[in-house]
């Protein structure tokens, strides 16, 4: 039995599109969810563990390890998805706000990734080959947010996070990010918005959770890519 990948937040969107990606390739799957949608219950019918996680707190942070640990005695990789959107104009407590994005985006990683690094190594040790954290920061890493600041604060951490892991773990756990732009649209958003949206890159696509996929993959199969952020923004830097 291969070492199993951990996928946080892999409920619905890109998580659920990356774990159904490795199912389908025979890899064994860890994921966590918040909300238990219908995706969730075929996931587990298809061979995957599916692990309720709470990340609001603590507790909820240490009783996921704790469940974690006992589903499997070591990982082949963590991809940290499991992200929430939020704004100051939705949320008048800032200082709740800031916490909270600081928590899911940065501490829950960076507890993760310390408490779980003992099942990254066995799994080194056993196939004589790197183990890997993947962080998925975003795009405003680069730019900021004026209508997202502690969101954009919070993935700016989870990059620098990247740089500190990469270097404590080296050479027996690669440590990298992506930073996607825009990636799938919301059903709700309206074509207005999508239209506004698209033009921000150069590629003015919607390209899909596959260019996700594609990276990540990229970076689980490279054994010398450490301490990197991969931009899959459709060039929306040069706009």
Request: charged letters at 20%; proline letters at 4%; one cysteine or more.
């Amino acid at each position: 039995m291969t070492s199993p990948i951990l996928i946080t937040g892999a409920g619905q969107r890109i998580g659920l599109a990356l774990a159904q990606h490795y199912i389908a390739q025979g890899q064994a799957v860890i994921i966590t969810y918040r909300t238990r949608h219908g995706a969730v219950d075929k996931l587990e019918q298809q061979g995957a563990v599916c692990i309720y996680a709470d990340f609001s707190t603590d507790d909820g942070i240490s009783a996921f390890i704790n469940t974690l640990n006992m589903h499997t005695t070591s990982l082949r990789a963590i991809v940290h998805n499991a992200s929430s959107w939020d704004c100051e104009a939705n949320n008048p407590d800032f200082a709740a706000l800031f916490d909270n994005m600081m928590r899911i985006h940065a501490k829950t990683p960076y507890l993760i990734n310390l408490m779980c690094a003992e099942l990254l190594l066995k799994h080194q040790q056993n196939e004589k080959v790197p183990a890997d954290i993947i962080h998925l920061t975003d795009y405003v890493v680069e730019t900021g947010s004026p209508k997202h600041l502690a969101y954009a604060a919070s993935k700016a951490a989870l990059d620098n996070l990247t740089k500190s892991f990469s270097a404590k773990y080296a050479p027996n756990i690669k440590v990298n990010s992506v930073a996607p732009s825009l990636i799938i649209f919301n059903e709700h958003d309206d074509e207005q918005y999508r239209a506004k949206t698209l033009k921000k890159s150069l590629m003015g696509i919607e390209p899909g959770c596959q260019e996700i996929i594609n990276s990540i993959d990229l970076l689980l199969q490279s054994q010398y890519i450490t301490g990197r952020s991969l931009p899959v923004d459709g060039g929306r830097h040069l706009k």
